[in-house]
């Protein structure tokens, strides 16, 4: 919010008048009104726009009112004393010095009374909490099946179609005809709903109607309607009328879309860029797996070398244990002793310990170094 100077500082016209509109157009609670009053010194300029003051008994307001809206608008309501309903929001013309209403909306006053039950409605259901952003079911990222409630026979359905058949070809339309206009309309789309969730059983569903009057919209300002949408398990896109046209329904669906063709483009991803974030995925997934690839080879060859020096070191302590016992054997080795001059008696194949293991007569053999004697004990 801009601060304006302290009383001494001097400002220009301009100065004052950018910081009057700077203060209006951040007051958020001027930047969406609805209007009622009656028309006078209307003039539609030849670029389209239309230029008029509403006025009622004790005051007026310049207003304008730029082509795309009066294009998207009744123009046999601009004329002067027709008594209509404004929406727009409050903007400063600094080449004047005057504030203005920048309409987006108009509507002639028969519709005063929808305009006040439909104020009630919206009330009522804010405060019960209907509208409430903690309550909006996100949208699934990748739906396999779409469910679209509007009529079979109107631009709308063909538009939806196109848009996912263009973006999303792999996902399943299941059409719920219903009106989407006059008395029946609000049960008809209601029990259209009812049937989509319990027999489809789609990821999402688009409820939608092209543009229209007041009163042909007026079945999406249902409350019975309202409440189904806002109990609905799956998440609910809806796509009523314009982008300046607003319902109960747009409130309480867990996402609004300004129209048909773009309900259809924020429910289903594009699958090129989807093809194309797959290559790239699949292009890292391959790298990932080559430099863990090379990074296993590595080890396998680092393995592989400690496998070969423990190899060659177990060899080696085995022919150190070998040498060893081999020491320890010769050290045993009756050879030696025999060698060294003692000998080794037997009997019958036994080596004799004592005398008293011989009798007189027992033929005994002496084993030399060098051979072998045979004697009998006299």
Same mark, same amino acid.
């Given at each position: ?27 958020? #609670? ?27 008994? #004790? ?46 909306? /108009? ?67 299941? /059409? ?6 006059? #008395? ?100 890292? /997934? ?29 060899? #080696? ?62």
């Amino acid at each position: 919010m801009p601060v304006f100077n302290s009383p001494n500082d001097l400002l220009t016209v301009s100065d004052l008048t950018y910081r009057i509109r700077e203060v209006l157009e951040y007051e958020p #609670e001027l930047q969406d009104v609805t209007v009622q009053g009656e028309i006078s010194n209307c003039t539609v300029h030849g670029s389209g726009h239309a230029y008029f003051t509403l006025k009622d008994e #004790e005051a007026q307001l310049s207003c304008v009112m730029f082509r795309r809206y009066v294009e998207g608008s009744n123009r046999g309501i601009l004329k002067h004393g027709i008594r209509v309903v404004a929406q727009g929001s409050v903007s400063v013309y600094p080449q004047r010095g005057s504030y203005q209403l920048m309409v987006t909306s /108009l509507k002639a006053d028969g519709q005063g009374d929808l305009h006040r039950e439909f104020l009630r409605l919206k009330e009522k259901l804010l405060n019960e909490g209907l509208f409430d952003p903690s309550h909006k079911k996100p949208l699934p990222s990748y739906p396999t099946t779409i469910g679209v409630i509007t009529s079979p026979t109107g631009a709308v359905i063909q538009d939806i179609l196109r848009t996912l058949q263009r973006r999303y070809p792999c996902a399943q339309v299941l /059409l719920a005809p219903a009106l989407v206009q006059g #008395e029946t309309g609000a049960l008809s789309v209601k029990n259209s709903l009812a049937r989509l969730v319990a027999q489809g059983h789609p990821d999402l569903i688009i409820i939608a109607r092209g543009g229209g009057s007041a009163e042909d919209l007026w079945c999406f300002n249902d409350e019975d309607l309202a409440r189904a949408v806002f109990a609905c398990p799956i998440p609910v896109v809806s796509a009523i009328g314009h982008e300046t046209d607003f319902t109960i329904l747009d409130f309480v669906a867990d996402v609004r879309a300004a129209t048909p063709t773009a309900a259809a483009e924020l429910a289903a991803p594009d699958h090129q860029e989807l093809l194309a974030a797959l290559s790239g995925t699949r292009q890292q /997934l391959f790298t990932h797996l080559q430099y863990r690839l090379n990074h296993q080879l590595q080890l396998l060859d680092d393995l592989s070398d400690r496998v070969g020096w423990q190899k060659k070191l177990l060899i #080696e302590r085995q022919k150190n244990q070998l040498a060893l016992l081999e020491a320890t054997l010769r050290q045993h080795d009756p050879r030696l002793f025999l060698e060294k001059g003692f000998t080794l008696t037997l009997k019958n194949g036994k080596v004799v310990k004592s005398v008293t293991q011989t009798q007189t007569g027992d033929t005994i053999e002496t084993v030399l170094a060098d051979g072998r004697i045979e004697s009998v004990v006299k």
